[in-house]
Every structure is written in C-alpha cells, then in structure tokens.
C-alpha cells in the first residue's frame, strides 16, 4: 500500500504547476490546460484521501469533478473560438480593451 | 526497504527495453536496404497522401469534438450506477431516468440547432 | 434508500426552476420566434418555484439524507435569488431587443444560473457547495460573454472564466483537504468533528483556500480583479444578476460553511476575514470616485458592499447574521434597480453610460430620476432606505463584537461613498443636459421592474423587521 503523504505531496506538486502555469504562460489556451491541471490534482488529492479514509465520498465528488472540469471546457472552448473569431489572438496580452 | 521490493520490476524493464533497442538495431545494421519511392511513401500500400497532415482543420470538428467530449463524460456516472443498480432498484432507476432525460433535452437542443449537421 | 415525499417538497423550488429551464430549451429551439414567450415561461416557472419557496418556509430541515436544506434558510435565500431572477427577466427583454441579440438562451441560462445559485445557497454538503457553484458560473460565463459579437462582452467573459475557474481549482483543493482530515463532506459532520477535537493544521490549509475561493465569489479584495473588468463588460442586466443573486449565493454558503458549521472559525478567521472586510470596503469606496463609467463604478461600489457584508461575517455574532441576510435583501433590489436604470439609458455599442450622460435626467424623465435617486441614496446608506439599516445592522454587529475600528473604518468608506453616489444624482438635477436630448421611452416591462425594486428598497427601510424577523431563527 503506497502511503497516503505520497499521494498528497504529488498532488500538491501538480497544483502548483498548474498554478505556476496559469501565472506564467500568456497562451489562453495552456492557461486553460494548467487550470485543468490543477482540478485533476485535487481529484488525485480526493482518490488518496477516499482510499485512505476507506469512504467512497471523495471517489463520488470526483466524478462530479470531471463532468463539471468537461462542463466547463467546452464553455471556456467556445469563449476561445468567439473571441479569436474577433481579435485574431489566443494571448492574454493581447485581451486589454477592458483594463485589468 | 520498500524499493527494495521493486528490483524484479525494474530488472524486468531494463530487460525489455535492452531487448527491443537490440533487436532494431540489429535489424537495422544486417538487413538489406533497397529504397523506392513507393516503400518511402506514407502508407506503403495504402492511400496517397493528399496534402501535409500539419494543416488547419474545419471549426466544426471542434464544434462535434466538444459536444462529443460532454456527452462521454457524463457517461461516468453510469459505472458507479451499474454497480449498484440492483441494491437501488427502482429509486435507481427512475433516477437514472431523469439523468438520461436531462441529457436527452440536451441532445434534441443541438439536434435541432443543427450542431451536428455537416454540410 | 429511495425518497420520500418530504424530499420532493425540500427540493421543489429549485426542481421547478430547473425544469422550466430545460422545458424553455426545448421550446426555444422548436418554435420561430420565442424569446418572448420563454421569457413569460420561466416568469411563469420562477413566480411557482417562488411560491414553492414560500409554502415550505415554515418546515425547516434537511433534504436527500442530509444533503441539501429545505426550507427555513433554504426557502429565504431561495426567494430572494428568484426575486432577483424575476426582475432580470423584465428588464432584459427590452434589453435585448435593443442590442439585437433577443435569443430564448439567455432566459434559459439565467434561469440555470438561478437554479445553481439556490442550490448553492441550500447546500448541506461541500459536494453541493460545489455543484450549485458550478452551475452558477458555468451559466454566468456565457452570460457574460452573451453579445458576441461585441468585444468588450467575450473579453469580459473570457476574464471571468479563466479567473473563475481558477478561484475553483482552489476553492475545491480547500474542499479536498477539508475531506481528508475531518473524514466527510457533510457540513453537520464536520461541525461535530471541529467542535469534539482541535482539526490537523492540513484542515486549516484547506479552510484557508475555500475561505479564498469564496472571498473570489463575492468580490472581495484581494481577490476582486476581476470584478470591474466583468461587470463593465457583460450585459447590463447580468451584471445586475451576477452582482446581487451571485453575491446572495456566495454569501449564503460562505455564512453556512464558516459560520454554520465552523461556529466562526476562531478569531483568527475572523481576524482575517475583518481585514478582507476594511480593505475592500477602502479599495472599492476610494477607486469608485475615480470611474466615468457607471457601469465601473457600480463595480468597485460592489467591491464595497461586499465589505461592508464581510463585515457582519467577521463579527460572527446573531445580530452580523441577521444582518448580513438582511443587507443582502436590500443589495438585491438597490444595485438590480440601478443596473436596471442604466440598461434604459444604455445605448447600443456601449453608448450613454458615462456620468454626463445622466446630465438633466432627472428633469427630463422624472420617474427614471426619481427611482435612481431611491436606489442610489439607499446605495449610500441613507435612512429610511433599506441600505442604512443594512448597514447600521453589520456596523452595529461589529461594535458588539469587540471590531469597533471595523466599524469606524466601514463609516468613513461610506462617508467616501456618498461622493460617487450623489455624483449622479447631481448630474441628474443640477446639470442641464444637452439641447434636444432625446426622451428615451420606458418600456413596460422595465418600469414594472424599477417600480417593484423601488418598492422593495423603500419597503424593507421603513420596515426592517419584516425580513429581521424572517432571519432570525436561522443561526
């Protein structure tokens, strides 16, 4: 049995790169990819703890995870495609009409 | 020691890998090499490529891409279902029903918008 | 397992608006021509899931095995997100046929978006919390984003999605740990665990990121970037739904998470939670005054409320609660109100939102002047209007427990907030507006709407007790 610290360092670690990443990275598109790491992180966060704790809780939220993080993609795609339809760029530079 | 427990695997891969690297390349260093453009080709005794595969696609594979990935994605739900489905009985059933029927509103909804229309 | 028909009755106000919902999406796609009458369906759906939420108010419990709230608490919040729902609904329509862009799917997604905002604010499980937070801002993103074709609206959508999505990868991280070091999910559960037994310091990394993740939600700083940026971007009518229904459902699980069940959190997370208090009530109040568009402004004004809200969150004491449900009410009608106005002088392209658009308003269209000058007073804590009680409540709050420097902090930013307020009340009667301004006609709809929030804002100032009396009980 791997003990319950690896899987919450590991996931911990891919969080922060997904948060790194989100930081970091200018294209929308890997923006939104290190977002999708960092859900999946917490999933493997859930399975660990759910494995751990012996309860099926963590396992059900996520499933709820996934469908929600595929919910959420094809929105985030479609706001992609609308917006490149109009500025021609994916750079999150480049999206300044509003001030940040 | 833990890892300890892990050599067999690791001497097992080691293995593998010295076994496939050994084999290519001693195919590669006896075997006869007699080139043609037809064995060059992509597909030796397929199709002829038409254009380069690195090209821009139709917006519309990403339209059916999408509305393919929502629609799998919640088919995860039917695996803990299934399992348990004869302890629910029908509670689980008529639940399972008004899910289907949910995405049901959403599959007559792009039907109709003509997502999945291709031409 | 099965259900039972308590159950059924527990959930009814938000199951009839979800299947209006689906019902207004199938009617939208088969028939010519509906937005008109989608937009009557889910009025129809949200005035019955309203009379839902008031029938089952009385029968406070719990749902589904302890899933979701019924009733009570449920049923307040319930009513007050379809009151918010419902004047959206009449002030968009006009809305919308003046930017060319009247399709039933905005109808649709607000009703999704009121059925996740009551789903949150009913939560009994962290699984809910993120489930009705979900369907919220999934809807909300594509509200936001909803004239496409306009640059400032996907821009402002895309902003509040990729933020937004972030703020959940951390907000559900904070969900996980919860999880793992209190063993369930269930608010009641862990209620019982955080009081039996000091939780592992991993619990409080993971209260700290939900704390994030919800502080996110209400726009409060220092996590409030977004919010400006989004409210000018995104249509008039969803700014005021995200502002006041959104803001509602975050509130209402942040009260249920830190202070249902977390019993406050200790007096760090209240000291935490004041200085999110006093910075946003200073950040928005002090940016406010320096905005030209109503729209922005209005956005750091929120900013501030939502301070002003944390305020009674971070005194955590009977009177904060009460409070902060009630400031709640008033937010709601004053800021759909004020959207509301705005979206009538709003021209298409982003037209007529700047202050001096307002010059001469209030001579030239009386019953436009007169109502933005209710919801704007009650915007700067004004008695009688609803917003100085709201205010005196969480000030008052704050006083009793031990913040009195928040609450001097909170007075002095809504000293500074009468500025920007009065401004436009100035540019209304004390300018003169341009030659020949053209008198913009009011359509019905909308002035049914403007009237019903005036009500409300004029109504719930001179009688405060009539929604203290409904919160009471709650905590």
């Keep these: 049995m791997i003990p319950l610290d690896y899987y919450l360092i590991l996931s911990a670690l891919l969080f922060t790169f997904g948060v790194i990443g989100v930081v970091i990275r200018r294209n929308v598109i890997i923006v939104f990819m290190s977002i999708e790491l960092m859900l999946n992180s917490v999933n493997l966060t859930l399975v660990g703890y759910s494995a751990y704790l012996g309860d099926p809780t963590g396992q059900m939220l996520v499933f709820f995870v996934i469908a929600v993080a595929a919910a959420e993609a094809a929105v985030g795609l479609g706001i992609v495609i609308a917006l490149f339809r109009l500025r021609r760029t994916v750079n999150v530079d480049e999206i300044n009409i509003l001030k940040w | 020691m833990v890892l300890l427990d892990y050599v067999p695997i690791f001497i097992m891969v080691s293995l593998a890998g010295i076994f496939g690297l050994v084999l290519s390349k001693a195919s590669e260093i006896f075997g006869p090499k007699k080139p043609n453009p037809e064995k060059l080709s992509t597909y030796e005794s397929g199709m002829q490529p038409i254009r380069t595969a690195r090209e821009r696609f139709s917006v519309k594979f990403y339209l059916v891409a999408m509305l393919f990935i929502l629609f799998d994605v919640e088919i995860v739900f039917l695996y803990p279902w299934a399992a348990v489905v004869r302890e629910l009985r029908l509670f689980g059933f008529i639940e399972m029903l008004i899910f289907v029927a949910v995405l049901l509103v959403g599959y007559v909804y792009i039907l109709k918008k003509g997502a999945l229309r291709w031409d | 397992m099965s259900v039972t028909g308590s159950d059924l009755l527990g959930i009814l106000a938000v ?138 609206s996907i821009e402002a959508s895309l902003k509040y999605f990729l933020l937004g999505a972030f703020a959940t990868g951390f907000l559900l991280y904070g969900i996980a740990l919860i999880y793992g070091t209190m063993g369930t999910t269930d608010l009641a559960g862990i209620a019982l665990r955080f009081a039996s037994a000091p939780p592992p310091s991993l619990f409080w990394v993971g209260a700290g990121l939900l704390l994030g993740g919800f502080a996110f939600k209400v726009g409060a700083v220092p996590f409030h970037m977004w919010v400006p940026d989004v409210y000018e971007g995104s249509p ?87 409070g902060v449900l009630y400031y709640l009410v008033a937010y709601t009608f004053m800021n759909i109100g004020t959207f509301g106005v705005i979206s009538l002088i709003e021209q298409a392209e982003e037209k007529r939102l700047e202050f001096s658009d307002y010059a001469g308003l209030g001579l ?31 000030f008052a709050a704050a006083v009793d427990a031990h913040m009195t420097w928040l609450a001097i902090v909170g ?27 053209e008198v913009i006609s009011v359509p019905l709809l909308g002035s049914v709407a403007l009237l019903l929030s005036a009500a409300g804002v004029v109504g719930i100032g001179v009688f405060p007790s009539s929604i203290l009396s409904l919160t009471g009980w709650f905590f």
């Design chain 3, 364 to 394: 030239r269209q009386p019953f436009l002047g007169i109502v933005m000058s209710i919801f704007l007073f009650s915007l700067a804590g004004i008695p009688p209007l609803a917003g100085f009680f709201g205010k005196y409540y969480v």
């Design chain 3, 411 to 437: 007075v002095l930013a809504s000293v500074v907030s009468v500025y920007y307020y009065l401004r436009v009340v100035v540019f209304m009667y004390f300018h003169e507006g341009p030659e020949g301004a």
């Design chain 3, 15 to 152: 199951g009839i608006v979800s299947v209006t919902a689906l019902i207004a999406m199938l009617a939208g796609v088969f028939l010519k021509n509906s937005a008109r009458l989608v937009m009557w369906l889910g009025l129809a759906g949200m005035a019955g899931a309203f009379a839902a939420a008031w029938g089952t108010y009385p029968s406070a419990g719990t749902a589904f095995g302890g899933m979701i709230l019924a009733g009570g608490y449920a049923s307040f919040f319930g009513m007050l997100i379809l009151c918010a729902g419902i004047l959206t609904f009449l002030l968009a329509s006009d809305y919308l046929r003046k930017e060319g862009v009247e399709y039933p799917e905005f109808y649709v997604m607000v009703l999704f978006a009121v059925s996740g905002m009551m789903l949150m604010s009913a939560a009994a499980d962290l699984i809910i919390v993120f489930l009705g937070l979900e369907i919220m801002s999934v809807s909300l993103y594509v509200l936001a984003g909803f004239m496409r074709r306009r640059e400032k």
């Design chain 3, 236 to 322: 008039t009518p969803v700014s005021g739904i995200m502002s006041t229904g959104g803001k509602a459902a975050a509130f209402a699980a942040f009260l249920l998470v830190f202070v249902k069940s977390l019993g406050g959190g200790g007096a760090k997370v209240q000291t935490l939670l004041a200085i999110f208090a006093a910075l946003s009530m200073v950040t928005g109040a002090v940016i406010a005054i320096a905005q030209k568009n109503l729209k922005r402004m209005l956005a750091y004004s929120s900013i501030a409320h939502a301070g002003y809200m944390l305020t009674g969150l971070a005194a955590a004491n009977q009177l904060g609660e009460s």
